[in-house]
């Protein structure tokens, strides 16, 4: 496995367990279908979320936020859709939302996390 | 809530408006966007501010960032916004103190780098600042001495975004950096007008270029080529009284306007300006598409515009003249609004007699057809013409004129300048009272008033040449208020029949 793919999994790795920490209810994880991939589905109460987490091991090339581009946010919305005809509605979730998780992880220092709930 | 606001200023012409810059920071992906009305330059300070912030070590947000330009309705250009818009940006992120950046006015573009580079219309905008009643101004380093200009106003000179973010209270370590400065230029000594002294012979021309200083007329001086006339012209300004502080901070702020550098000492001379007489309109009285730049005359404020070969220049950049000539300010009316500019100047006009130039000269003959003479001072149009007061006919200077004329005689600039100096302080007393400054400006009925006629029976000559039709009743006004600079050179209380037959001798000595 590549470095950066290691990287990549290290994140949603600290990214989850940050999220069931808060009380979310993980549904899925690296979900994948022809068009793309969802990192993480979960449940926040009575809202649907899915996650985009980007991982970084330092801001050289900028903050992982800055990542996410219009491209990629218009696919996680397809993507959210393709998910929930694949899977069917979830009991209990009565909104949808869309995250996007930064987890900036340095080489043998702990991460740290931002989180930014409903980004359209 | 993560709001800061902060504060610029917009210029359209020379006048300065207060602009708030606001600042929001929301939660959502990273984003930067610039709203109320900014042009392209200024829609471009995103990715300057951006970047300038980061290599300053200082970087802005990683949210959604929305700059909001209030007024929104009121159209902004230029790269001036840049510092103000980097300052609302830090202070809604609390990296500096909101209620500091909230009190403060910022000038300034940026560089990639962090530092500030010397921006254009500096001066005019710490003007606009100060008449808005604000106390502290913070500009590029590169032009601290030319806001230092404005009196009643606390300028603060910093090197880059940091340095900002700095005096503002960020906790942040000083970095030294070199500062961004303009070239430096010798600013009087680089205008090289030669000395009125220079002048050999052409006596009558040299009193006659007295007159229209002393008196404020626009003069126009007709000759063949070699007669000396951009020689004359370009001595003008030299003999004019220096600028008053007003009129001095319309000139650097105009210098300013334009890109040129200004210097840490107000103007004090009178600037010159000789456009090229393929100029267009919009180069003479200014213009521009998105942003209104000032043309020649603006630059002239309070100088002396002088168009060499005065027939060669396009009839329609000659009549925008008119207006200025007529009000004194200078309007220009676009799409984005309209701009004043100072159009107070003193006009020389230069022409030869006719195309080849020879046309009346002893000693030379002329070659063009009647018509073609009258063709070429024809371009000139009768309605500018008639605000030129002193129309003198140029000679050229033969040997034995030359050596007769020696050295002596000659009349010095500062010499000149003290009789100006003089005679215009007169007319000033004399016309403390009413709106006007030099004899150029008063109107026919304050001639005619108890004020303003001359001694009894001065103007017998004058008389006689408007009933046999030599003249007309414009013409009979202008040569009394020229009459009136010439008892003012003299000293005279009033103008005497001397004085009154010396400027019949101005006005009609050509065409």
């Known amino acids: ?120 | 809530m993560h709001v800061a606001r902060t504060h610029a200023i917009a210029l359209l012409g020379l006048d300065g408006t207060v602009v708030d810059i606001e600042a929001d920071i929301s939660n959502n992906l990273p984003g930067f966007v610039l709203i109320g009305l900014p042009d392209l330059a200024l829609g471009q300070a995103r990715e300057r501010v951006r970047a300038a912030a980061a290599n300053a070590g200082c970087p802005i947000t990683h949210r959604k960032l929305t700059i909001n330009l209030s007024p929104a309705a009121l159209p902004k250009h230029g790269t001036a916004f840049d510092l103000g818009i980097a300052m609302a940006a830090l202070a809604a992120d609390r990296v500096v103190p909101a209620d500091s950046v909230d009190r403060v006015i910022h000038l300034g573009e940026l560089a990639l780098d962090g530092r500030l580079r010397p921006t254009p219309g500096i001066l005019p905008s710490v003007l606009a600042a100060a008449r808005s009643g604000y106390r502290t101004v913070l500009v590029p380093a590169g032009n601290a001495a030319e806001a230092g200009l404005v009196d009643g106003i606390e300028i603060v000179g910093v090197t880059s975004v940091r340095d900002a973010a700095i005096w503002h209270g960020a906790a942040l370590d000083p970095i030294e950096v070199e500062p961004l400065l303009l070239p430096p230029v010798a600013l009087e000594s680089a205008r090289d007008e030669g000395d009125l002294a220079d002048v050999a012979g052409n006596r009558d021309a040299v009193e006659a270029l007295q007159v229209a200083a002393a008196g404020g007329h626009h003069l126009f001086l007709l000759g063949p080529p070699g007669a000396g006339k951009t020689m004359l012209a370009s001595r003008l300004p030299g003999i004019l009284p220096d600028l008053q502080v007003e009129a001095a901070l319309e000139v650097s702020s105009l210098r300013s306007l334009s890109g040129l550098a200004v210097g840490e000492r107000l103007l004090t001379r009178p600037p010159i300006e000789a456009p090229h007489h393929t100029a267009s309109p919009a180069a003479i009285v200014g213009g521009g598409s998105g942003v209104l730049r000032p043309g020649a005359a603006a630059r002239a404020a309070h100088g002396v515009l002088f168009l060499d070969e005065a027939p060669e220049f396009s009839p329609h950049a000659l009549d925008a003249l008119r207006q200025p000539l007529e009000s004194g300010v200078i309007t220009i009316s676009r799409a984005a609004g309209s701009a004043r500019f100072p159009g107070r100047f003193q006009l020389v006009l230069a022409a030869n007699p006719c195309p080849c130039g020879n046309a009346g000269s002893r000693d030379q003959e002329c070659l063009c057809t009647p018509f073609a003479q009258r063709r070429y001072l024809g371009r000139l149009s009768g309605p500018l013409l008639d605000r030129v007061d002193i129309r003198l006919r140029v000679e050229r200077i033969t040997a034995a004129q030359l050596r007769a004329a020696g050295d002596g005689g000659r009349v010095s600039s500062a010499t000149a300048r003290g009789r100006v100096e003089r005679a215009r302080a007169l007319a000033r007393a004399r016309l403390r009272a009413t709106p006007w400054l030099v004899n150029a400006d008063v109107p026919g009925t304050w001639l005619r008033s108890p004020a303003g006629v001359p001694e009894r029976g001065a103007t017998a000559v004058l008389d006689r040449a408007l009933e046999r039709g030599g003249i007309t009743m414009r013409g009979y006004d202008r040569v009394l208020r020229m009459a009136w600079t010439l008892a003012d050179l003299d000293d005279a209380p009033r103008p005497d029949a001397g004085h009154v037959g010396r400027a019949l001798l101005l006005r009609r000595a050509a065409a």
């Open chain 1, 1 to 120: 496995m590549a470095a950066k793919d290691e990287l990549g999994r290290r994140g949603e790795r600290i990214a989850e367990r940050a999220l069931t920490g808060r009380g979310y209810e993980i549904l899925d994880r690296n979900w994948r279908c022809p068009e793309g991939e969802i990192d993480l589905v979960a449940r926040d109460g009575e809202a649907l979320v899915f996650i985009e987490v980007k991982t970084r091991s330092s801001t050289r090339y900028g903050h992982p936020f800055e990542a996410i581009t219009p491209g990629k946010l218009s696919r996680l919305r397809r993507l959210a859709a393709a998910w929930l005809a694949a899977r069917g509605p979830v009991p209990g979730a009565r909104r949808l939302r869309i995250d996007a998780i930064g987890v900036l992880a340095p080489r043998g220092a702990p991460a740290s996390i931002e989180h930014l709930e409903g980004i359209f």
